[in-house]
Nanobody, 121 residues
Framework: QVQLVESGGGVVQAGGSLRLSCTAS??????MGWFRQAPGKTREFVAA????????NYAESVKDRFTIFRDNARTTVSLQMNSLKPEDTADYYC????????????????WGQGTQVVVSS
């Protein structure tokens, strides 16, 4: 059974940092990443990383603030979030798929249950 399990969410003040992690079991992926969904909004792409060559893809809204990285065993992906803003408040979902360059949720076949991030102003 394939599982993606997230950890690391929480409450932080604006300007602070959090690190999310996601561990995959049951299979490895060519790409892993993160999406988020704020209350009343659609799910949006955050970042993804290629397991083949570590190339990364970021949404413009998080570029230069968030960093995605993975371990060599291809089972854990992390998202370091710095300079957090209230608009970063959302449920964050770990995803697994084949193409790190894709930003459509439908391009990722496997999803974690989500972890909540709340940024207070």
């Amino acid at each position: 059974q394939v599982q993606l399990v997230e950890s690391g969410g929480g409450v932080v003040q604006a300007g602070g940092s959090l690190r999310l992690s996601c561990t995959a079991s049951g299979r490895t992926f060519l790409a892993m990443g993160w999406f988020r969904q704020a209350p009343g909004k659609t799910r949006e792409f955050v970042a993804a990383v290629s397991w083949l060559n570590s190339l990364t893809n970021y949404a413009e809204s998080v570029k230069d603030r968030f960093t995605i990285f993975r371990d060599n065993a291809r089972t854990t992906v992390s998202l370091q979030m710095n300079s957090l803003k209230p608009e970063d408040t959302a449920d964050y979902y770990c995803v697994g798929g084949n193409y790190y360059s894709r930003r459509d949720p439908n391009d990722y076949d496997y999803w974690g249950q989500g972890t909540q991030v709340v940024v207070s102003s």
